[in-house]
T-cell receptor
Framework: GAGVSQSPSNKVTEKGKDVELRCDPI?????LYWYRQSLGQGLEFLIY????????KSGLPSDRFSAERTGGSVSTLTIQRTQQEDSAVYLC??????????????FGPGTRLTVL | GENVEQHPSTLSVQEGDSAVIKCTYS??????FPWYKQELGKGPQLIID?????GEKKDQRIAVTLNKTAKHFSLHITETQPEDSAVYFC????????????FGKGTKLSVKP
């Protein structure tokens, strides 16, 4: 079946502009995660959605970052007033969910964001 | 805060040799330890995982061992092939959130023909 999809695959923007990154999880997966991967680094957790529960926003680096998940499916990560240090690959993952913390997470291909 | 340390950061082996990557974690409540393989320009793909109720798991040429007392776990790849070349990430579940994982910084594995 279809995996996690993300769009756009690449985004180049100017410092100070807002950007929106989209994630379509695997159908039926109730959990959705956003991570950030800077060049040569590991994955940094940003935010986690589980069903209709309040999201875990503990990884968001600043109030310029926000995310929504509409209808329990598609998610949008928004970065306002982008800065050069926001340049990274933004990865989305989904899992069956249930809150056990041991679900297998399936990753999308990522969106490479470049802030000039 | 909680973290996962991964070593080595780069590893080069000859085709047919074995490769071992090691990780240590700090959260004693971690109970799920997946390993991901990331090829250039792609998202990470799960290759094997282990839960805290077992000490070892094997899938063909790949095996993972877990030592909960010492809080470390390792990935073993035997009979390496050039297509094994990629960046490998370990991760551990984090009790601070029921869903997220803490990742190591990755190991770039190069398998030379």
């Amino acid at each position: 079946g279809a995996g996690v999809s993300q769009s756009p695959s690449n985004k180049v923007t100017e410092k100070g502009k807002d950007v929106e990154l989209r994630c379509d999880p695997i159908s039926g997966h109730t959990a959705l995660y956003w991570y950030r991967q800077s060049l040569g680094q590991g994955l940094e957790f940003l935010i986690y959605f589980q069903g209709n529960s309040a999201p875990d926003k503990s990884g968001l680096p600043s109030d310029r970052f926000s995310a929504e998940r509409t209808g329990g499916s598609v998610s949008t990560l928004t970065i306002q007033r982008t800065q050069q240090e926001d340049s990274a690959v933004y990865l989305c993952a989904s899992s069956l969910g249930g809150g056990s913390g041991t679900d297998t997470q399936y990753f999308g291909p990522g969106t490479r964001l470049t802030v000039l | 805060g909680e973290n996962v340390e991964q070593h080595p950061s780069t590893l080069s082996v000859q085709e047919g040799d074995s490769a071992v990557i090691k990780c240590t974690y700090s959260d004693s409540a971690s109970n799920y330890f997946p390993w991901y393989k990331q090829e250039l320009g792609k998202g990470p793909q799960l290759i094997i995982d282990i839960r805290s109720n077992v000490g070892e798991k094997k899938d063909q040429r790949i095996a993972v061992t877990l030592n909960k007392t010492a809080k470390h776990f390792s990935l073993h790849i035997t009979e390496t092939q050039p297509e094994d070349s990629a960046v490998y990430f370990c991760a551990a579940s984090f009790r601070g959130s029921q869903g997220n994982l803490i990742f190591g910084k990755g190991t770039k594995l190069s398998v030379k023909p």
